[in-house]
Nanobody, 119 residues
């Protein structure tokens, strides 16, 4: 059973920074594409950034240049460094791990961590 546990959320002022972490257990971490999603109250969950097993990254336009996703396969952890935070970044942030074996896609979610950007 794959388990993902996020940490690092909190309250930060506009312009501040936070670093989210997501630790995985129960799987060969290096084979997975890892993603960060977020969901604000009353809105749909949206993809923030992802990183493939080969290290290729992708970001939604609104966070480009401010957020950086990275992974440490030795520590089974994916990170999201968030700089220049804005109130509109306020949301619950979730990590997801996804892999394909044969014809089946497997994906797992963490429980989420709250990020609040407010003065």
């Amino acid at each position: 059973q794959v388990q993902l546990v996020e940490s690092g959320g909190g309250l930060v002022q506009p312009g501040g920074s936070l670093r989210l972490s997501c630790a995985a257990s129960g799987t060969i971490f290096s084979l997975y594409t890892l993603s960060w999603y977020r969901q604000a109250p009353g809105k749909q969950r949206e993809l923030v950034a992802d990183i493939t097993s080969s290290g290729s990254t992708n970001y939604r336009d609104s966070v480009k240049g401010r957020f950086t996703i990275s992974r440490d396969n030795a520590k089974n952890t994916v990170f999201l460094q968030m700089n220049s935070l804005k109130p509109e970044d306020t949301a619950v942030y979730y990590c997801k791990a996804e892999t394909v074996r044969g014809k089946t896609t497997y994906h797992y979610w963490g429980q989420g961590t709250q990020v609040t950007v407010s003065s």
